[in-house]
């Protein structure tokens, strides 16, 4: 059981295709709308196991206001510049796609920017604050740029960014806090680090998984219908994350450390897909839909590749 419960951060390039895979194939043949709502749960577990330990003080620092100012600069300038480009080049004729990409864009960060900080070792206490940060941002920018972008104002539920932001940051935060003091009774702080914590970072990839089988799988019909496209949006999709990919990467190594770096990374290359499929579907319909939901595969895998090279070239780490 041991060995299967640190399988996949052990093999992370295999268990995410394959994860995505499987979530393809049950969907194909599965209706799993009805595990929706325990994406949420998965997603507080998720955040939670990375949180065990978390130093909570440090998020009233000021210390990150140079990585929160150049996420401002990517997330919402040149970011949202480069889909509008690509927007009207390649998807010219397909202007509901267009819509689908530019929600892509101008959603940053999710509970994945958080995990993959963790996985990737870089500052937690950045990851938090982007996330937050970048939520909040997004949820009152988008609307406009997208009046801009595209000519129609999409309203989008503040409040409910909100609670999404408790939910999915506060929530674990607090949990992890309470585990934390909890096991400091027994252990201590040096047999923590080296005994109980790295046991918790596995919880974190399984939720990681489940949430993305759950989402994969939700959508794979709406993939096999629409094939025609398929080629289309992935062309695109690809273009726009190497270019995310690029722009994030040379700006974190030409101004950061390595662990601020890839939180900067992090905080600026995810998007967050899973409000942005909800209001592609529901404003502006299926085609819009399908960009976001291979958007969700596109950056599954590369950030987990991306992740494995970084950390072999430009984002070493240090040997003590």
Do not use: C
């Not at 998965?42 to 620092?61: C, N, P, Q, R």
């Not at 990517?74 to 510049?81: K, R």
């Not at 972008?149 to 309470?178: A, C």
């Amino acid at each position: 059981m041991k060995k299967l419960y640190f399988f996949p951060q052990k093999y992370l390039l295999v268990s995410v295709p394959a994860t995505l895979l499987l979530g393809f194939i049950v969907g194909t043949f599965v209706d799993t709308s009805f595990l929706k709502s325990t994406i949420l749960f998965a997603t507080i577990v998720m955040i939670y196991a990375t949180m065990v330990g978390f130093k909570w003080k440090e998020l009233t620092h000021l210390k990150e206001k140079r990585i929160l100012f150049a996420s401002i600069v990517i997330n919402f300038v040149l970011i949202p510049f480069v889909a509008f480009l690509i927007g009207k080049t390649l998807l010219h004729n397909h202007p509901i796609m267009f819509a689908g990409l530019a929600l892509s864009a101008l959603l940053p960060t999710s509970g994945m920017t958080i995990s993959w900080t963790a996985i990737q070792k870089g500052n937690m206490t950045a990851a938090v604050k982007l996330t937050v940060f970048g939520l909040i941002l997004g949820s009152l920018l988008t609307p406009w740029y997208l009046l801009v972008m595209v000519g129609k104002y999409v309203d989008i539920n503040v409040m409910e960014t909100f609670r999404t932001i408790l939910l999915v940051v506060f929530v674990p935060m607090i949990l992890g806090h309470l585990t934390f003091k909890w096991l400091m009774k027994t252990y201590t702080p040096e047999q923590f680090q080296k005994q109980v914590k790295p046991n918790f970072a596995p919880l974190s990839i399984w939720g990681m998984l489940y949430v993305v089988f759950v989402s994969i799988s939700m959508r794979a019909k709406m993939i096999v219908s629409n094939l025609q496209l398929i080629v289309i949006a992935l062309a695109v999709l690809l273009l726009f994350y190497f270019i995310n990919y690029v722009i994030s990467t040379f700006v974190a190594k030409q101004f950061f450390n390595r662990e601020d770096g890839i939180a900067l990374v992090n905080g600026t290359v995810l998007r967050n897909l899973s409000i942005a499929i909800g209001l592609a579907a529901t404003s502006f319909g299926a085609e819009a839909a399908l960009i976001v939901t291979l958007a969700f595969i596109v950056q599954q895998q590369s950030i987990a590749y991306y992740g494995k090279i970084a950390s072999k070239y430009w984002f070493k780490q240090q040997n003590n």
